[in-house]
């Protein structure tokens, strides 16, 4: 019976075309593929990874959720070592477990966090320039607080679905 894996993983998506393959023989430069490409190589089958998520170009995750299935016997700390010695150093694999075989890292996920940075001042960072939009002009940050409390609360985000018909809260 084959193996469920799961893997929390971070991320400088800067050079890479976001989270997601595209197509089965795509050779873009994504987070997926890259993985796929290593994990492949480590067991010798082909390997299909489930992210709990996509991300676009340019794109960071931290602690980002991925799953995949696997004969191998391999321990889960010679994968971990493994993964992080034949990455790129921009990906990092945290954590390595076996999981039920019915987790899918999509459909279990609990919940995402979004994270914007904006910085402010009058020169901006050159360490945090890839992590944190930089504005020269000041914030208001009466209109600030007036958006953000927009936000708060619960809502309904099926518009942003790609699921229309569903008896899950959304």
């Not at 430069?29 to 489930?50: A, D, P, Y």
């Not at 889960?76 to 993964?83: P, R």
């Not at 607080?145 to 609360?153: F, I, R, S, T, V």
């Amino acid at each position: 019976m084959k193996r469920n894996i799961k893997l929390l993983m971070e991320y400088d998506g800067g050079r890479y075309d976001g989270w997601q393959r595209l197509g089965k023989k795509s050779t873009g430069t994504t987070i997926q593929g890259k993985i796929e490409e290593v994990l492949s190589k480590m067991t010798g089958e082909t390997i299909e990874l489930i992210g709990s998520g996509r991300t676009d170009a340019g794109v960071h995750a931290r602690g980002q959720v991925a799953n995949f299935h696997t004969d191998s016997d391999m321990k889960c700390w010679e994968m971990k070592y493994y993964l992080n010695r034949y990455l790129p150093q921009d990906i990092g694999i945290l954590y390595v477990s076996d999981v039920p075989e019915r987790f899918h890292s999509r459909l279990n996920a609990k919940s995402k966090r979004y994270i914007y940075r904006v910085a402010t001042g009058d020169v901006p960072s050159v360490f945090d320039r890839r992590y944190t939009w930089y504005c020269f002009d000041r914030l208001d940050m009466g209109l600030m607080k007036e958006g953000a409390a927009l936000m708060m609360g619960q809502h309904d985000f099926k518009g942003f679905s790609s699921v229309k018909k569903t008896n899950k809260s959304t």
